[in-house]
Structures are given as C-alpha cells and as structure tokens.
C-alpha cells in the first residue's frame, strides 16, 4: 500500500552508510536525519519522510547497500 511505502526509508542509491542516527524505538520528525550514506564520495543525509518512531533498522554503518534497499521502517 501506499502507506506501507511512506513508512519505507530506502537508499536513493547505492553507498555506504557512514553512520546510523536511527534506533528502533527512537521518534523521529519529518526532516531529521536518520542515517548518513556515502556515494560517489559525497556524505546524504537520508532524512525521515514523516513524524514517526523508528520501527526497525534494516542496516548498520559499514554496510554497502544497493539502490532502493530497504533501510529503516518507520511506524
């Protein structure tokens, strides 16, 4: 559902996660940053798409992640 995918963070590209700001059970606001991904030599904020609290976190820092991978749900 369309729902499911605004609860969704996925990685707009491939990259490394350089650090991870979200834990599960955190609340979160639309805009804050919840993880820092390096592509191409340059450090995304990954900001939340809404207010919510963290559900899982799919990812950790140090992973490499592919396009659209699914990192953090939020509820």
Do not use: F, H, Y
Request: proline share 5%; no cysteine; glycine share 6%.
């Amino acid at each position: 559902s369309s729902e499911n995918a605004a609860n969704d963070v996925r990685a707009p590209m491939p990259g490394i996660i350089l650090e991870m700001k979200a834990q599960p059970g955190n609340k979160v606001k639309k805009g804050d940053t919840l993880l820092i991904l390096e592509a191409m030599k340059m450090e995304n904020a990954i900001l939340s798409p809404k207010d919510g609290v963290i559900k899982s976190v799919w990812s950790d820092k140090g992973d490499t992640v592919d396009k659209n991978k699914l990192l953090i749900e939020l509820e």
